[in-house]
C-alpha cells in the first residue's frame, strides 16, 4: 500500500526525532524485507527503540494525541462511564471526561477508531481517542477493571478444583498452557522448561540464553498440565517411562511459534522442554549474525568454494544450526540443489530438499549421506558429525566435488581438526577435505535504554584479556536494568566468531599429527585466525556487551587458550 503523499513513514518520524539513525533504518528495513511485518515492530524486535517510541510516532502519523494511561489516577467518573464489558470487548479505556457527556477514550490501535463509531449510540456519549501502548493499556484495564487479557500466569487449586466441580477439566488447563506460550512469547523466551518437583512444577524460560524461573504451578495440575502439552505435541501420553520427542504448533497474540517438545521421565514426574521457532522471524541472514567485516568477507567467500568441508563448532545453544542456515539461505538459487540431513529440521527452507533423521528405523545422518550422493547435490548439510562412519562418508563427498556443511561439539575451532583424527578419519583426509572451521558463542547485547558507562577495575580488564593500554580512552559500559529489558540490562543476543580457514602450512601440520595446541599456533599465524577472545574485546569496545558477560560466556580456561598461555 502506498503511503498518502504528504504523510511520513513511521521511519522518517523516529529518525527526524533522534530515536534512531540511518543505520538502525536501514537494519530494520532489511528485516521488514525478510519477515513481511510492520516496520514498527521490526524496529520493537530488533531493539533499537522502545514500545511508546513507536505508538508516538503512529501518534503523530494519524494525528491523534498520546496519553500515557500509567501516569496518575483516572477519575472513577470517566472508568463508570463505560462498562467493564464494553471496555474488555473494544479495548477500550476511558481516560477523562471533557464534559457531561464527553469522554477521551486510549486505544492501542490507531486503526481500531474507525470500528468504535457504534459505542456513540452504546454509550450515549461523544468521544475523542487518544493514542496509548499496548502494555500500558492491558496494564491499566486490569488496575480499573479486573481484566486481565493476557491472563495470569499461575493457576490457583481453588481454580482447578472449582473446574472439576463444574465438570470442565480441560478449559482452564487449555487456558494455562495457552499462557505459558503467551507469557514466553512476550518475554522474548527461546525455551519452556516444565519441571515437576516434589510439592510443584517449576516453569522457567530461557532468555537470551539464561533460565529465569517464570512460575510455579501446583503439584494438582500436574498431570493435566503434561497431559496436555504431550497432546499437543502428538506423543503417547500414557508412557511415561521413556523419552519421546514432538512437534506442535502454538498460536499467540504476537507470533505463531512452531514448538519443539522433549519429554524425560524424571523423579518427581515428566520433564518437558519445549524449543519456540518463531515462524514470522524466520531464518536469520548472514548481516545479522554479528560478523565483524574482515570475518564477514572472509566466511562468504569459503561458503562459495565448490567443494570442501566447512564446519562450525561450538556448545549446544551457541548458534551452530542459525548459521548454518543463514549460509544456505545465501546458497539457494534455482541452479543449485542442496540436500540437508537434520535432527530435527528447525526451519523449512524453500528449494531446499531437507530429510529428517529416525533413529527408529535406522535412518541416520551415515545412511542418509550415503543416499544424499545418488542424488548429485551440490551442496550437503549434515546436522552433526558425531561418529566415524558419518565423518568418512561427508570427506569423501567433499573429495568428490561436493561442497558440506557440518557442526561438531567442540570448544575452539582447531580442536576441530583433532577431534575428526580422534573419531578414526586418517590424518591426510582430514587436511585435504576441511576448508575451514567457524567456532562461536552467543553473547547477550546491553539494552540501549539502560547501558551505564562505567570504569572498569583491573580484575574484570585482566579476566577478559584487555589491558588497560588497549582500552585507552574508550567506554566501558555495564549492565543495569531497566522495564525495557525487564531489569536483565540485556536484550538481545549476538554472536562471536573465530574464523579459522585451511593454508598450507595447517594441512601439513594435521598431516603431520600436530598438537591442538600447535595447530593453534599454525591457524593464527599462517590463517590470519583471530580467537574468540579477540572478538569479544570487538564488541565489549563497541558498547555491544559487558565485561562480565563476556567472563559468564567464556570460560578461563577458554580465554586462556584462545590467547596461546596454555
Not at 560478523?291 to 564446519?311: K, Q, T
Amino acid at each position: 500500500m502506498n503511503q498518502p503523499a504528504g504523510r511520513k513513514h513511521i521511519g522518517e518520524i523516529l529518525l527526524a526525532a533522534g530515536v534512531i539513525d540511518a543505520t538502525k533504518l536501514e537494519d530494520a528495513l532489511r528485516y521488514q524485507r525478510e519477515t513481511g511485518l510492520k516496520l514498527g515492530q521490526c524496529l520493537l524486535r530488533l531493539g533499537h527503540c522502545r514500545e511508546e517510541d513507536v505508538v508516538r510516532a503512529l501518534a503523530r502519523q494519524s494525528g491523534i494525541p498520546f496519553v500515557d494511561v500509567t501516569k496518575g489516577t483516572i477519575a472513577p467518573e470517566a472508568i463508570a462511564a463505560v462498562p467493564r464489558e464494553v471496555a474488555e470487548a473494544n479495548n477500550i479505556l476511558p481516560v477523562k471526561l471533557e464534559g457531561p457527556r464527553k469522554l477521551i477514550l486510549a486505544v492501542s490501535d490507531p486503526l481500531a477508531i474507525y470500528n468504535l463509531e457504534h459505542l456513540s449510540f452504546t454509550l450515549n456519549i461523544e468521544f475523542r481517542c487518544a493514542l496509548t501502548t499496548e502494555t500500558a493499556l492491558l496494564d491499566s484495564l486490569r488496575r480499573y477493571y479486573g481484566i486481565d487479557k493476557r491472563e495470569v500466569l499461575t493457576i490457583s487449586e481453588q481454580a482447578v478444583k472449582a473446574a472439576k466441580v463444574a465438570g470442565d477439566d480441560e478449559g482452564p488447563i487449555i487456558r494455562l498452557v495457552q499462557n505459558l506460550f503467551e507469557d514466553a512469547a512476550k518475554a522474548r523466551a527461546s525455551d519452556i522448561h516444565v519441571e515437576p518437583m516434589a510439592d510443584r512444577v517449576r516453569v522457567r524460560f530461557r532468555v537470551d540464553g539464561v533460565l529465569k524461573v517464570a512460575a510455579d504451578l501446583p503439584k494438582t495440575v500436574q498431570g493435566a498440565v503434561l497431559s496436555r502439552l504431550k497432546l499437543m505435541a502428538g506423543m503417547d501420553i500414557a508412557e511415561k517411562r521413556k523419552p519421546q520427542d514432538g512437534r506442535a504448533s502454538a498460536e499467540t497474540v504476537r507470533k505463531q511459534l512452531d514448538v519443539r517438545v522433549s519429554a524425560l521421565p524424571g523423579t518427581h514426574g515428566e520433564s518437558i522442554v519445549m524449543r519456540l521457532l518463531d515462524k514470522q522471524e524466520g531464518l536469520v541472514s548472514l548481516e545479522r549474525l554479528g560478523f565483524d567485516a574482515r570475518d564477514h568477507e572472509r566466511f562468504r567467500r569459503v561458503i562459495r568454494r565448490p567443494n570442501g568441508i566447512m564446519l562450525v563448532t561450538g556448545p549446544t545453544g551457541s548458534g551452530k544450526t542459525t548459521t548454518l542456515y543463514a549460509a544456505l539461505q545465501e546458497l539457494n538459487r534455482p541452479d543449485v540443489k542442496i540436500i540437508t540431513a537434520e535432527n530435527p529440521i528447525e526451519y523449512h527452507i524453500p528449494g531446499i530438499n531437507q530429510c529428517q533423521v529416525h533413529h527408529q528405523i535406522g535412518l541416520d545422518f551415515a545412511r542418509i549421506l550415503r543416499a544424499m550422493l545418488r542424488q548429485a547435490p551440490n551442496i550437503i548439510l549434515v546436522g552433526e558429525i558425531r561418529d566415524r562412519e558419518t565423518a568418512t562418508i561427508a570427506i569423501q563427498a567433499a573429495l568428490t566435488g561436493h561442497l558440506v556443511f557440518s557442526t561438531l561439539h567442540t570448544n575452539d575451532a582447531s580442536s576441530a581438526l583433532t577431534r575428526l583424527v580422534d573419531m578414526g578419519v586418517a590424518p591426510f583426509l582430514v587436511s585435504s577435505s576441511v576448508a575451514a572451521v567457524m567456532a562461536q558463542r552467543l553473547l547477550r547485547k546491553l539494552c540501549n535504554r539502560c547501558k551505564q558507562e562505567h570504569d572498569p577495575d583491573p580484575g574484570m580488564l585482566a579476566g577478559i584479556g584487555l589491558s588497560r593500554e588497549r582500552l585507552g580512552g574508550k567506554k566501558f559500559w555495564r549492565a543495569t536494568g531497566c522495564a525495557d529489558c525487564r531489569n536483565t540490562g540485556y536484550s538481545g543476543r549476538v554472536g562471536i566468531f573465530e574464523m579459522l580457514e585451511m593454508s598450507t602450512d595447517l594441512r601439513e601440520a594435521v598431516f603431520q599429527g600436530a598438537s591442538t595446541a600447535k595447530l593453534r599456533d599454525h591457524a593464527r599465524t599462517s590463517g590470519g585466525m583471530l580467537p574468540l577472545r579477540e572478538d569479544a574485546i570487538r564488541k565489549v569496545l563497541a558498547g555491544v556487551t559487558s565485561g562480565d558477560e563476556v567472563l559468564r560466556v567464556l570460560s578461563k580456561e577458554t580465554v586462556g587458550a584462545a590467547a596461546g598461555t596454555e
